[in-house]
DNA sequence: CTTGGGACCTGTGAGC
DNA sequence: TGCTCACAGGTCCCAA
């Protein structure tokens, strides 16, 4: 599911929720995710009171203080559910029983329930210890942030020179840039017009810029609209997202392209086991 | 070093 | 209705 547009709309939904306000129970539901929950869980997160919550490329982190950081992924199926503040006689009747796949509750100090939700398990649930969490692995390997001040053509050239590699397969790489997933990938190349099977290599300075502006244009674009909800995506009160209906090439395969004046028809084909959608006619 | 492929999981929708 | 198959917003590990 949930590339940055995606994670950053939970992140907006659940920071009013947990900033300033103090755990008061945590509840692993499983025994963790892709990897098994970090020792003693439930104790370390009892009492913490949340100072910061933010987000590194598909990453949410919340800062513990000297708590720590708890680093949370969502994966492919990832979602966080928020059941805000329950009067306190009736919360116990109107909370859903817990699914089978309600990995963490949270409950805070106000009454508000925080649910981690997670079918597939392909999501991440870590405890860094107190001190630089970006430093730290993880975190510490991931490239520029897309929408940041750090991501430009120039970077974009540097990482791309000499390689043979195709771009989308460069753009996935959370090494060279940080939050981009399938669907932003290929929307962006489509804005850009460029053919996701291109040798990043073989990037003109001027397609870099391109793209450049294309990503940051898609990302902020998706962030307003709640992101994308194929299957499990959920902003944290349930509600959709609504970007997939503004989506140019993803999952639109035999679809017309939209680009004015072209009379192309979009395709899909495979890289690296995955579907890209591209307009062979005006992404060269 | 790079790249491709499979593994990790469950759910859903299409086709028969 | 029910089965089987392909496929899904990600990452990691291994073989060539």
Same mark, same amino acid.
């Given at each position: 599911m949930p590339e940055l547009p995606e994670v950053e709309t939970v992140r907006r939904g659940l920071e009013p929720v947990l900033v300033g306000r103090r755990i008061r129970r945590a509840e692993p539901r499983s025994p963790g995710l892709r990897r098994p929950f970090p020792r003693d869980l439930a104790a370390r997160l009892t009492g913490a009171r949340v100072r910061a919550l933010g987000r590194r490329g598909k990453y949410l982190l919340a800062d513990l203080g000297a708590r $720590?950081? %708890? +680093?949370?992924?969502? #994966?492919?199926?990832?979602? +966080?559910?928020? &059941? @805000?503040? !329950? =009067?306190a006689e009736a919360a116990h009747h109107h909370r859903r029983d817990p699914g089978p796949h309600d990995h963490l509750l949270l409950t805070l100090e106000d009454g508000a329930q925080v649910v981690l939700n997670d079918a597939r398990r392909f999501g991440l649930v870590l405890l860094l210890p107190p001190g630089d969490a970006l430093a730290m692995? !993880?975190?510490? @390997?991931?490239?520029?942030?897309?929408? #940041?001040?750090? *991501? &430009?053509?120039?970077?974009?050239?540097?990482r791309a020179a000499s390689r043979r590699t195709a771009i989308k397969a460069l753009? =996935? &790489? /959370? #090494? +060279?840039?940080? $939050?981009? #997933?399938?669907?932003? +990938?290929?929307?962006?190349?489509? @804005?850009?017009?460029? &053919?996701?099977?291109?040798? @990043?290599?073989?990037l003109s300075a001027a397609e870099a810029e391109r793209l450049v502006r294309m990503i940051r244009d898609v990302l902020e674009r998706a962030i307003a609209a709640g992101g994308s909800s194929l299957r499990d995506h959920r902003q944290v009160n349930g509600e959709l997202g609504y970007f997939q209906h503004r989506f140019a090439v993803y999952d639109r395969e035999g679809a017309p392209c /939209?680009? !004015?004046?072209?009379?192309?028809?979009?395709?899909?084909?495979? /890289?690296? $086991?995955?579907?890209? *959608? %591209?307009?062979?006619r005006c992404q060269r």
């Open positions: $720590g950081t %708890l +680093v949370i992924h969502l #994966g492919m199926s990832g979602r +966080v559910l928020v &059941d @805000a503040q !329950p =009067l692995p !993880p975190l510490a @390997a991931l490239g520029p942030e897309p929408l #940041g001040n750090r *991501f &430009d053509a120039d970077w974009l050239l540097g753009l =996935l &790489d /959370q #090494g +060279v840039v940080a $939050g981009l #997933g399938n669907i932003y +990938v290929c929307e962006a190349l489509w @804005a850009a017009g460029i &053919d996701p099977r291109r040798p @990043a290599g073989e /939209q680009r !004015p004046g072209c009379a192309g028809e979009i395709i899909r084909i495979r /890289q690296g $086991g995955r579907s890209s *959608f %591209l307009c062979p």
